[in-house]
């Protein structure tokens, strides 16, 4: 398997493509791209490496989602993530304007819907799907056992959580958050990599033995 991280929008968000290296399918992780500069890039690198199966969100804040439509114009794939989220959140402009982001907006409709328990297929490598609400309503979290990887969007960063201070309305609920990462996402192997929304890669072990949050 092959991750590349692109860093993207005033959030320095991590968009992931992830690849199957013996099939050469891909999932787009979050296409943060809010512009066609950042776009570019996360293209160019499809182009020449692979094909798209997947286009993943782990929530719907607007940092997140921003390049979405890019992608879906492109590749003609559906998005993937929680319709929960997606309904109970304000929209994405809404989103933009609040947190003062001044970019191409490009969002896409989740069509496909994600909850806790499904797993999918992207190429040959099984994917689990994990959901720990809290700092949004769904944080989708996806698990490739084989691997020993796991994509956290905002619920678990290296030394930190997701924020949960910006209202019921955003979907925040701190309690929410701390028991979905202690209950679900520490019960996984120590040596589990975690590849978070924002900043750099950690693992289960070390989160589980040093962060302070929890």
């Known amino acids: 398997m092959k991750i590349e991280q692109f860093v993207c929008n005033p959030f320095s968000e991590n968009t992931y493509v992830v690849t199957d290296e013996e099939t050469l399918q891909c999932a787009i992780i979050d296409p ?7 776009w570019a890039k996360v293209r ?9 199966q ?5 929530h719907s804040h607007v940092d997140h989602l921003l390049g979405a439509g890019y992608c879906t114009q492109e590749y003609g794939v559906e998005v993937s993530g929680s319709m929960t989220d997606q309904t109970h959140l304000p929209d994405a402009r809404w989103q933009a304007g609040a947190f003062g982001v001044d970019c191409e907006l490009r969002p896409a409709a989740i069509t496909r819907n994600l909850a806790e328990g ?3 297929l992207l190429g040959n490598l099984e994917v689990q799907v994990i959901d720990c609400p809290g700092h949004s309503f769904a944080g989708l979290c996806y698990y490739i056992p084989r691997e020993g990887c796991l ?12 924020r949960s201070d910006f209202g019921e309305f955003m979907g925040c609920n701190g309690r929410l ?4 990462i202690v209950q679900k996402l520490f019960a996984l192997p120590a040596e589990t990599l975690v590849y978070p929304g924002h900043g ?4 289960i072990g070390y989160e589980r033995d040093n962060n302070f949050y929890l």
């Open 32 to 38: 943060g791209m809010c512009s066609s500069l950042e």
């Open 44 to 52: 160019d690198y499809i182009r020449n490496n692979n094909t798209v």
């Open 54 to 58: 997947h286009i993943l969100l782990t």
């Open 118 to 120: 499904d797993t999918f």
């Open 151 to 162: 994509f956290t969007g905002d619920v678990l960063f290296c030394g930190s959580v997701g």
């Open 177 to 180: 958050l701390a028991e979905g």
């Open 200 to 203: 750099p890669s950690t693992s």
